[in-house]
């Protein structure tokens, strides 16, 4: 059996992320392989397109997985197809961003938004949450969790936005009444 040969052959597949193949004489072959996990999807042309941490297009839906922040405003290609490799900066800002986010805030639907050259919004269930860019994620991300365990309930379906773009000093902008 030609191993390296097999090993390449399986890695062809976009769902597969490193493969190897052992043998156990007599007769035992061992394939073990680790499959690419989505961290965030894409909407093209009607389908949610699942999005690894390389930014490789993975399976392809109809409806949107709910534990995967759904990324927007990205310059996708024209087509787009499992296996493809999405490149540019924006999008290795948003994945970064969804790795930090992705099981942070059980429960609340998340997007992540291009807003702007290295400019970013996370959306809470619809509640915008304003990143700047994609630097100092950890200090931005406790500034929040800091602002939403001092927001009652009540005052959160009034907040407009919520700015920690400069972590040390974040702001909380309330809708007009």
Same mark, same amino acid.
């Given at each position: $059996?030609?191993? &390296?040969?097999?090993?390449?052959?399986?890695?062809?597949? *976009?769902? !597969?992320?490193?493969?190897?193949? +052992?043998?156990?004489?007599?007769? @035992?072959?061992?394939?073990?392989?680790?499959?690419? !996990?989505? #961290?965030?999807?894409?909407? =093209?042309?009607?389908?949610? =397109?699942? !999005?690894?941490?390389?930014?490789?297009?993975?399976?392809?839906?109809?409806?949107?997985?709910?534990?995967?922040?759904? =990324?927007?405003?990205?310059?996708?290609?024209?087509?787009?197809? $499992?296996?493809?490799?999405?490149?540019?900066?924006?999008?290795?800002? /948003?994945?970064?961003? *969804?790795? +930090?986010?992705?099981?942070?805030?059980?429960?609340?639907?998340?997007?992540? +938004?291009?807003?702007? /050259?290295?400019?970013?919004?996370?959306? %809470?269930?619809?509640?915008?949450?304003?990143?700047?860019?994609?630097?100092? %994620?950890? *200090? @931005?991300?406790?500034? %929040?969790?800091?602002? %939403?365990?001092?927001?009652? *309930? @009540? &005052?959160?379906?009034?907040?407009?936005?919520?700015?920690?773009?400069?972590?040390? @000093?974040?702001? #909380?902008?309330? +809708? &007009?009444?």
């Amino acid at each position: $059996m030609d191993r &390296s040969k097999a090993e390449e052959q399986i890695m062809l597949h *976009a769902l !597969v992320a490193d493969v190897q193949i +052992k043998t156990r004489p007599p007769k @035992k072959i061992l394939i073990e392989v680790n499959e690419r !996990v989505g #961290v965030g999807s894409i909407l =093209f042309e009607g389908d949610y =397109f699942s !999005v690894d941490e390389e930014g490789v297009v993975l399976l392809a839906s109809t409806q949107l997985d709910e534990d995967l922040p759904l =990324f927007t405003g990205l310059d996708l290609p024209d087509t787009v197809s $499992m296996g493809m490799k999405l490149e540019g900066d924006a999008v290795a800002d /948003v994945i970064l961003i *969804a790795t +930090k986010v992705k099981d942070r805030y059980p429960g609340l639907q998340k997007e992540i +938004k291009v807003a702007g /050259v290295d400019s970013y919004s996370l959306y %809470l269930d619809r509640m915008e949450v304003k990143l700047g860019d994609a630097h100092d %994620l950890t *200090a @931005k991300l406790t500034a %929040l969790d800091d602002l %939403l365990a001092t927001l009652p *309930a @009540k &005052s959160k379906e009034n907040v407009e936005y919520i700015d920690v773009s400069a972590p040390k @000093k974040p702001a #909380v902008k309330e +809708k &007009s009444q």
